[in-house]
């Protein structure tokens, strides 16, 4: 079955500087993802997205990889501030194309 | 605009009991969905609504039902509650605009069954 999954689930990175989440997944008919970012007591907050003919995609401070050779994704965050403290999920559409499959989340930590 | 509002954020069931958790959404959204959020699991699909009148079963749906009553609104029903429904549970509304599936995500209702 399809599945994705995190290479390392918790993150601690000094303020000010870059962080780098990683993500794997299984179904390589998959084309589409996305990263989610959730604050304690909330839902998930849609922070970009990726379609599989991209390799790259930035957007404020975030940049998403696809390497489909390896079926890896990654999420960097660039000058990570302690608003960026939260669990971040990575999504792959699903074999239904309505909905995604969520990866276990990791928790990332910003030092002061 | 409130987005996703889910209700009631809290509640404790013993087991056996039955109780239905509510979800609107007023972004005019076609499809609706239930997740639940286990410890170190992730989100999991129990159920989606692709639109108005349709519902299917996702990932986890064994022990709940649903209903679309009407665009807005989504409902989850846990018939006979057991301990291993005990869980964050979220519902999320989408729509696709331009190849983007993005998904709107209420606030949660913790779930406790003893």
């Known amino acids: 079955g399809e599945s994705v999954g995190l290479h390392l689930p918790t993150l601690s990175v000094q303020e000010g500087d870059n962080s780098i989440i990683n993500c794997a997944y299984s179904?390589?008919?998959?084309?589409?993802f996305i990263w989610y970012k959730q604050e304690s007591g909330k839902g998930p907050q849609f922070i970009i997205d990726i379609r599989s003919n991209m390799d790259k995609r930035q957007g404020q401070r975030v940049t998403v990889l696809l390497n489909k050779t390896v079926k890896h994704l990654s999420l960097q965050i660039a000058a990570t501030q302690p608003g960026d403290s939260a669990v971040y999920f990575c999504a792959e559409m699903g074999i239904w194309g309505q909905n995604f499959v969520f990866g276990p989340g990791t928790r990332l930590s910003v030092l002061p | 605009n409130a987005g996703v509002t889910q209700t009631p954020k809290f509640q404790v069931l013993k087991t056996g009991q039955s109780m239905t958790l509510q979800c609107a959404q007023d972004?005019?959204?076609?499809?609706m969905y239930w997740y639940r959020q286990d410890p170190g699991m992730g989100l999991r699909l129990i159920y989606y609504s692709a639109s108005e009148g349709t519902t299917d079963k996702g990932e986890v749906p064994n022990g709940y039902n649903v209903s679309r009553l009407n665009k807005r609104e989504f409902s989850l029903r846990l018939e006979s509650a057991a301990p291993s429904q005990t869980s964050v549970y979220f519902c999320?509304?989408?729509?696709?605009?331009?190849?983007?599936?993005?998904?709107?995500f209420g606030p949660g209702t913790r779930l406790t069954v003893t």
């Open positions: 999320a509304s989408s729509e696709r605009g331009q190849g983007v599936y993005e998904q709107y």
């Open positions: 179904n390589s008919a998959s084309d589409y």
């Open positions: 972004m005019n959204h076609n499809s």
